[in-house]
């Protein structure tokens, strides 16, 4: 059997009702409000601040720092997820990158059927999937064992090194204004992390919001990457979100996938380290 794409082409999912074992999710950051209006019928909603982070001190892991195994099998449990569900997840922003960080934390606990909608909850709209304001139910379900994070992560400490250490290569997925430093609408500094390579997540997507063919994809990040070994990239953006946005596509790429620096901009801009602002 061959392995799952980890997009699922909007056009694709009339035959999902069918499936008792589909559960599909509604990671839209911060639109519970149009969630409750209207969602993809059969959806449930994770929140990105509540399901899909730990959030504490910002300084300590920045903004989203990922969950705790408990925390995470709690959730898991209850969006009526087991180790046999089949995960369809949308948000209806940015072409995805909420969506993408369930991704990536699913399939860091080993699971192998998660799937992301290519263009998200607006594509899904205009191929015809039915929507609703019906308040959904999960299936009751068993707690879902999860062990540590199998995908690779990086931390504050080597993320320092590697930006000064020939043969890694730091990308940085956030909008070129914010790693310029002109802009900065959430965290409290503008810049960037020195030796960061700027690669905005939405280099990703075509006119549409949907994700470029994974052809066109591999051939701009082994470019991109030429010379460096997989171990030796590491993605953030301002709080490991994004940054997953960027993991997908090179794995929808078949790429490997990179180390996530979760804490990010969110918390190297608040630990006194080196930082590129903008010029004067």
Not at 120 to 134: C, E, H, I, R, S
Request: aromatic residues 8%; charged residues 20%.
């Amino acid at each position: 059997m061959s392995k799952l794409s980890p997009i699922i082409q909007p056009e694709d999912l009339t035959w999902l009702n069918q499936d008792d074992e589909i559960v599909i999710i509604d990671a839209s950051a911060g639109s519970k409000t149009r969630y409750e209006t209207e969602h993809l019928a059969g959806a449930l909603f994770a929140d990105v601040n509540e399901d899909l982070a730990n959030v504490g001190d910002f300084a300590l892991g920045g903004r989203h720092p990922l969950p705790g195994s408990y925390q995470f099998a709690n959730v898991l449990q209850k969006l009526g997820i087991t180790k046999n569900t089949h995960v369809i997840v949308y948000d209806d922003k940015n072409g995805g990158n909420a969506a993408a960080r369930l991704w990536w934390m699913l399939s860091a606990i080993g699971h192998e059927k998660v799937q992301v909608i290519n263009g998200g909850y607006q594509a899904a709209v205009k191929a015809g999937f039915p929507v609703t304001d019906k308040v959904e139910i999960p299936r009751a379900v068993e707690k879902y064992d999860v062990q540590n994070w199998t995908l690779p992560l990086s931390d504050i400490s080597e993320v320092e090194k590697a930006a000064k250490t020939d043969g890694y290569k730091v990308i940085d997925v956030r909008d070129a204004n914010r790693y310029a430093g002109l802009t900065e609408p959430i965290d409290l500094i503008a810049g960037h992390i020195p030796g960061a390579t700027n690669i905005p997540f939405t280099e990703n997507l075509d006119a549409e919001g949907r994700f470029l063919s994974p052809e066109v994809l591999e051939a701009k990040y082994l470019k991109v990457l030429e010379g460096v070994e997989p171990g030796q990239v590491i993605v953030h953006c301002g709080s490991g979100i994004t940054a997953c946005h960027t993991l997908l596509a090179m794995n929808y790429a078949g790429l490997p996938i990179p180390k996530l620096y979760v804490g990010s901009w969110s918390e190297w801009s608040r630990n006194n380290k080196e930082m590129v602002l903008a010029k004067n």
